[in-house]
C-alpha cells in the first residue's frame, strides 16, 4: 500500500472514530430537550450518561490524524461540534446535581444546538452527515437524499442572489432585529416555495432557533427564516416594533426568492409562540397558518382581530401537560375562543410535554400546513 492510500485509510478511520458518536449523542441530546422537565432532569441526565465517552474517546482518535492543508476546515468542524457535544454531556450531568438544574439543563442543550450549527457545513461533504440533516421517515427517500447531496445541479435554474442552506442577516450572538434564513439546498426558481417563519422564546437567538426546525424544512422543501426579535423579547407590551420588521424580512425573501404567498407559515415557542397569535391575528398579517406552542393567551387578544381575518384561518395549536410556565388551561382556552371566533383548530395537548420545543412535532405540523 502506498503512503498516500496509508494516508487516506488513517484519515477515513480517524472520521469514522468521531462522527457517528457525535450524531448518536445529538439525537440523545435532542431527545433530553424534547422531554426536558426539572422534575426528571436526574433520570434523563442518567440515561444519556454513558454515551459522552465514545464522543471524548473519537475526538482524541481524530485530533491524532495529520489532515492535510485542503481539509483544515474540515477537521476545525468536526473537532467544535465534537467539543459542544461533550460539552453538553457535561453539563447534563452537572445539572443533574444543582440546584439550578433546569436552567443549567437549557445551558448544556445550547451547547448541543451550537454542535448541531458546527455539523451542518459536512451534510454537503458526506452523506451520512447529510441524512443525519433529515427526517428520520425519511432517510429512505434516495431521490431526496440525491438531491440534496447534488445541489449544485439546480444552480442552472436560480439567479446569482438566490443562495442556498444558511445564511445570517444582521443575527450574529448579541445582535438583535435580523434573520437567519433556510434555503433548501435543491432550490430552483421554476417553481414557488412555502415559506416559515419560526420565532424563539423570550431572551432567546433567531439564528438558534433556526436549527429547532432545519431539519424538517430540509426533508419538506420549505423555506425557513427564523427572526430575532428587536428587544429581549417579542413586542408583547406596547408598540408592536417585531411585526412590520418581520414584514420588511419577507419582503427582502420574496423579492429573491420565488415564494408561495398562499403557504405561509408563522410558529414560535413561549414568547414567540404568543406573538404568533399577536402578530399573525393581524388584519393585514400576510401569514396563512399558524401554530403556537407552549404559548400564553388571553381572549381580549381576539377583541380587535377582523372576523373575516379568523373564518376558517387554520392555527395548530400545541402545549403541554407539564408547562410550568403557562399552565394547560390557558391553551385549553384558547383553542376553545378561536374555533368559537372560526378558526379552523387543531389542537395538540402533549402529555409528557414541558415548557420546551415538541422537536417529534415538527413534521406533523409541515404535514398539515403543505396538506391540500
Same mark, same amino acid.
Given at each position: 500500500m502506498s503512503?498516500e492510500a496509508?494516508?487516506?485509510d488513517?484519515l477515513?478511520?480517524a472520521?469514522?472514530?468521531?462522527l457517528?458518536p457525535v450524531?448518536?449523542?445529538?439525537e440523545?441530546?435532542?431527545h433530553?430537550?424534547r $422531554?426536558? $422537565?426539572?422534575p426528571n432532569?436526574p433520570q434523563l441526565?442518567?440515561?444519556?450518561a454513558?454515551m459522552?465517552?465514545p464522543?471524548a474517546d473519537?475526538l482524541?482518535?481524530?485530533?491524532?490524524?495529520?489532515?492535510?492543508e485542503?481539509?483544515? /476546515?474540515f477537521?476545525r468542524h468536526?473537532i467544535?461540534a465534537?467539543?459542544l457535544?461533550?460539552?453538553?454531556f457535561?453539563g447534563?450531568?452537572e445539572?443533574a446535581s444543582?440546584?439550578?438544574g433546569a436552567?443549567?439543563?437549557y445551558?448544556?442543550m445550547g451547547?448541543?444546538?451550537?454542535?448541531?450549527?458546527?455539523?451542518?457545513?459536512?451534510?454537503?461533504?458526506?452523506?451520512?452527515?447529510?441524512?443525519f440533516?433529515v427526517?428520520? #421517515?425519511?432517510?429512505?427517500d434516495?431521490?431526496?437524499? #440525491?438531491?440534496?447531496?447534488?445541489g449544485?445541479?439546480?444552480?442552472g435554474?436560480?439567479?446569482p442572489?438566490?443562495?442556498?442552506?444558511?445564511?445570517?442577516a444582521?443575527?450574529e450572538p448579541?445582535?438583535r432585529?435580523g434573520f437567519s434564513?433556510?434555503v433548501p439546498e435543491?432550490?430552483? /426558481?421554476? +417553481?414557488?416555495?412555502?415559506?416559515?417563519?419560526?420565532? $424563539?422564546?423570550?431572551s432567546?437567538?433567531?439564528?438558534s432557533?433556526?436549527w429547532?426546525?432545519l431539519?424538517t424544512? +430540509?426533508?419538506?422543501?420549505?423555506?425557513?427564516l427564523s427572526p430575532t426579535?428587536?428587544? /429581549?423579547?417579542?413586542?408583547?407590551?406596547g408598540p408592536?416594533?417585531?411585526?412590520?420588521?418581520?414584514?420588511?424580512m419577507?419582503?427582502?425573501?420574496g423579492?429573491?426568492?420565488n415564494i408561495?404567498r398562499?403557504?405561509?407559515?408563522?410558529?414560535?415557542?413561549s414568547?414567540?409562540g404568543?406573538?404568533?397569535?399577536?402578530?399573525?391575528?393581524?388584519g393585514?398579517?400576510p401569514f396563512t397558518?399558524?401554530?403556537?406552542?407552549s404559548?400564553s393567551?388571553?381572549?381580549?387578544?381576539?377583541?380587535?382581530?377582523p372576523?373575516? +381575518?379568523?373564518?376558517d384561518?387554520?392555527?395548530?395549536?400545541?402545549?403541554?401537560a407539564l408547562?410550568?410556565m403557562?399552565?394547560?388551561?390557558?391553551?385549553?382556552?384558547?383553542?376553545?375562543?378561536?374555533?368559537?371566533a372560526g378558526a379552523?383548530v387543531?389542537?395538540?395537548?402533549?402529555?409528557?410535554?414541558?415548557h420546551?420545543?415538541?422537536?417529534d412535532e415538527?413534521?406533523?405540523i409541515?404535514d398539515?400546513?403543505?396538506?391540500a
Amino acid at each position: 500500500m502506498s503512503d498516500e492510500a496509508k494516508q487516506e485509510d488513517a484519515l477515513l478511520d480517524a472520521i469514522s472514530a468521531v462522527l457517528p458518536p457525535v450524531m448518536t449523542g445529538l439525537e440523545a441530546l435532542g431527545h433530553v430537550g424534547r $422531554h426536558l $422537565h426539572p422534575p426528571n432532569l436526574p433520570q434523563l441526565a442518567g440515561a444519556v450518561a454513558s454515551m459522552a465517552a465514545p464522543v471524548a474517546d473519537g475526538l482524541a482518535r481524530f485530533r491524532e490524524a495529520d489532515f492535510p492543508e485542503h481539509l483544515q /476546515d474540515f477537521s476545525r468542524h468536526v473537532i467544535e461540534a465534537a467539543e459542544l457535544v461533550s460539552e453538553a454531556f457535561d453539563g447534563l450531568q452537572e445539572a443533574a446535581s444543582s440546584p439550578d438544574g433546569a436552567m443549567r439543563g437549557y445551558r448544556a442543550m445550547g451547547r448541543a444546538t451550537r454542535a448541531t450549527e458546527a455539523l451542518y457545513p459536512l451534510a454537503s461533504m458526506l452523506p451520512p452527515v447529510s441524512r443525519f440533516f433529515v427526517e428520520p #421517515e425519511q432517510r429512505e427517500d434516495r431521490a431526496l437524499l #440525491e438531491r440534496l447531496m447534488q445541489g449544485s445541479a439546480a444552480e442552472g435554474k436560480r439567479r446569482p442572489e438566490q443562495v442556498v442552506g444558511v445564511v445570517r442577516a444582521g443575527n450574529e450572538p448579541g445582535e438583535r432585529g435580523g434573520f437567519s434564513l433556510y434555503v433548501p439546498e435543491y432550490y430552483d /426558481d421554476s +417553481r414557488s416555495w412555502p415559506v416559515m417563519v419560526a420565532m $424563539h422564546g423570550g431572551s432567546g437567538n433567531g439564528h438558534s432557533f433556526l436549527w429547532t426546525w432545519l431539519r424538517t424544512a +430540509r426533508s419538506r422543501g420549505v423555506i425557513l427564516l427564523s427572526p430575532t426579535a428587536r428587544g /429581549d423579547t417579542w413586542s408583547l407590551m406596547g408598540p408592536d416594533v417585531d411585526s412590520t420588521n418581520i414584514d420588511a424580512m419577507l419582503a427582502y425573501v420574496g423579492e429573491r426568492w420565488n415564494i408561495d404567498r398562499s403557504r405561509m407559515l408563522l410558529t414560535g415557542m413561549s414568547d414567540g409562540g404568543t406573538f404568533s397569535y399577536v402578530s399573525g391575528l393581524r388584519g393585514e398579517s400576510p401569514f396563512t397558518h399558524l401554530a403556537p406552542c407552549s404559548a400564553s393567551f388571553h381572549p381580549f387578544l381576539l377583541e380587535a382581530v377582523p372576523a373575516e +381575518r379568523l373564518k376558517d384561518l387554520p392555527i395548530y395549536l400545541i402545549h403541554g401537560a407539564l408547562d410550568w410556565m403557562f399552565p394547560i388551561d390557558i391553551a385549553r382556552t384558547a383553542s376553545a375562543a378561536l374555533t368559537a371566533a372560526g378558526a379552523n383548530v387543531t389542537y395538540r395537548e402533549l402529555d409528557d410535554l414541558s415548557h420546551t420545543w415538541p422537536r417529534d412535532e415538527n413534521p406533523r405540523i409541515l404535514d398539515w400546513f403543505l396538506a391540500a
